[in-house]
C-alpha cells in the first residue's frame, strides 16, 4: 500500500514562508495530477494547487503570486513553495496524488500562521 508522507509544516509569522514535501513510500505507477489541499477549522477542504503530468499549474485564487507547487517524477514527491504567509493560510494542509492506481492521500502537516 502506497503512503504519503508530508513535512515541513509548522508556525510562521505572517510575512514568512514555508515548503511542504509530500513523498511517496514507494514508485507509483502512472500518476495523472499530484494535488495539495487545506482545510481549514470549520470549513471544507480546498485544492490550494495542482501540477499535472505534463507540467502544467493551477492555482486557487487565494495563493495565486505566493504559492509555488513543483514536482520531482524520479521522486514521486511533489512540493508547495509558501511565501507571504498570511493568517487564513493557517490550516491542515494535505497532498493527494491521482494515478492510474487509485488516489492516494497523505495524514496532513499543520501550517499556522500568526498575526
Known amino acids: 500500500q502506497v503512503q504519503l508522507v508530508e513535512s515541513g509544516g509548522g508556525l510562521v509569522q505572517a510575512g514568512g514562508s514555508l515548503r511542504l514535501s509530500c513523498a511517496a513510500s514507494?514508485?507509483?505507477?502512472?500518476?495523472?495530477?499530484m494535488d495539495w489541499y487545506r482545510q481549514a477549522p470549520g470549513k471544507q477542504r480546498e485544492l490550494v494547487a495542482a501540477?499535472?503530468?505534463?507540467?502544467?499549474?493551477n492555482y486557487a485564487d487565494s495563493v495565486k503570486g505566493r504559492f509555488t507547487i513543483s514536482r520531482d517524477n524520479a521522486k514521486d514527491t511533489v512540493y508547495l513553495s509558501m511565501n507571504n504567509l498570511k493568517p487564513e493560510d493557517t490550516a491542515l494542509y494535505y497532498c493527494?496524488?491521482?494515478?492510474?492506481?487509485?488516489?492516494?492521500w497523505g495524514q496532513g502537516t499543520q501550517v499556522t500562521v500568526s498575526s
Open positions: 493527494n496524488v491521482l494515478a492510474l492506481t487509485g488516489s492516494y
Open positions: 501540477i499535472l503530468r505534463g507540467g502544467t499549474t
Open positions: 514507494r514508485s507509483i505507477f502512472d500518476i495523472k495530477t
